[in-house]
């Protein structure tokens, strides 16, 4: 595998040396990974385009990058996807950037796969791209990517999936689960889906947990556009032909707005929550009351200003000329070249561990401890 990921970097290399050499005297300075990068100025304009506000970390990202980029002496142009034509709003936004003279942008995308013509503007005029928790594809035009580690993210979901059933459930194995994915125009739902199963699918195999709905794949999963609402009818419907007669022991939530919306469900359908385990991501203010309400059963920790942070360092090492410094080289092939990333350990978090899990977010560590 490695091998083939390998190969097609080579190749794809090749490949832009041999347009840089096709082009203008202009192309000397595009950012081909063969040459020396120089460096820009320190007071340069570094762009972020963040996705539409589906969950609070990137609402709390945008803020961040602005005071951040501020204090490191950049003028950063920050922008959101706006909610409705989002895509092509973000399209837009990145070209605008290019335009305006942006010497790095960072991408949260709203459609990774949709940006290989405003990434190739950016190469053209020797922008880098530093793709932002969101892994972006099927381009050969991202520079780095830094986020949590995705697939750990997943494997911790699937285990307090496994722990919660056997707390909460009241039984022994078989336990009936069901499944939820992210937004499939985002990297990384299928990332999170993978890690989970990776977990789960060992016990589904041997009859330890029970899918009765039969829907395993990460299409079926699928939650388009990361929407609560969407959530919710799922799991009415999942409810209304599964488990009228039969108990809902857990459900695989990839974050913490889906969690509470497939709780809603699960709660309006007359079941007991205390006794349903429901995942979840992101350490949002209404799921850690929900968790110490003992209703949620887990979310995950990833602390956006570390990410944010880790972010603006890389800026700065591009600033001066260095490459960025990256601590994992194989695991994000976006289907044109393996990038090198950047990964923060997420945290997963219970109503057992709250407490030193927040102990460095006061707004959380209020709520934990007025519940506890
Ligand atoms: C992020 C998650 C978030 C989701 C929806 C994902 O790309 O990694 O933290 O819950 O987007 O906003």
Redesign the pocket.
């Known amino acids: 595998m490695k091998k083939i990921a390998l190969a097609t970097v080579a190749v794809a290399a090749a490949a832009a040396l041999a347009l840089t050499g096709c082009s203008s005297d202009r192309g000397a300075s595009t950012g081909g990974s063969s040459e020396a990068a120089k460096g820009f100025a320190a007071d340069s304009t570094i762009g972020v385009a963040l996705?539409d506000?589906?969950?609070e970390?990137?609402v709390l990202a945008g803020s961040l990058f602005e005071d951040g980029l501020k204090d490191a002496g950049f003028k950063g142009d920050v922008q959101y996807a706006p909610a409705s034509n989002t895509v092509a709003e973000q399209q837009n936004q990145i070209s605008a950037m290019v335009t305006n003279g942006a010497k790095v942008i960072v991408i949260?995308a709203k459609d990774g796969k949709q940006l290989g013509t405003q990434l190739q503007q950016a190469a053209d005029a020797g922008v880098k791209i530093i793709a932002y928790?969101?892994l972006i594809e099927n381009t050969p035009n991202v520079d780095y990517y830094v986020?949590?580690d995705?697939f750990k993210?997943g494997q911790l979901q699937g285990q307090a999936l496994l722990e919660g059933l056997e707390k909460r459930s009241g039984h022994a194995a078989p336990w009936n689960i069901e499944l939820f994915s992210?937004?499939p125009d985002?990297?990384?739902?299928a990332v999170?889906f993978n890690g989970a199963m990776d977990v789960l699918q060992p016990k589904i195999d041997d009859g330890t947990l029970v899918v009765k709905s039969g829907q395993t794949e990460v299409a079926q999963t699928a939650t388009q556009g990361?929407k609560a609402e969407n959530a919710q009818s799922r799991m009415d419907s999942l409810l209304t032909s599964n488990y009228s007669s039969d108990a809902i022991d857990g459900v695989l939530s990839?974050?913490?707005?889906?969690a509470r919306a497939i709780i809603t469900s699960t709660k309006q359908a007359g079941k007991d929550i205390s006794k349903v385990t429901v995942t979840g991501?992101?350490s949002e203010v209404e799921s850690v009351k929900s968790i110490m309400a003992g209703e949620q059963y887990s979310t995950?920790n990833?602390d956006t200003t570390l990410l944010v942070e880790q972010t603006i360092k890389m800026i700065g090492e591009l600033q001066k000329g260095d490459e960025a410094e990256v601590n994992d080289t194989e695991q994000y092939d976006n289907g044109e070249k393996v990038v090198p990333a950047y990964l923060l350990a997420p945290v997963i978090v219970t109503k057992d561990n709250a407490a030193e899990a927040y102990k460095n977010n006061p707004n959380l560590l209020d709520i934990v401890n007025a519940a506890s």
């Open positions: 996705p506000k589906t969950s970390n990137w949260g928790d969101r986020a949590f995705n993210v992210g937004s985002d990297a990384n739902a999170f990361w990839p974050n913490d707005t889906l991501q992101d995950i990833k």
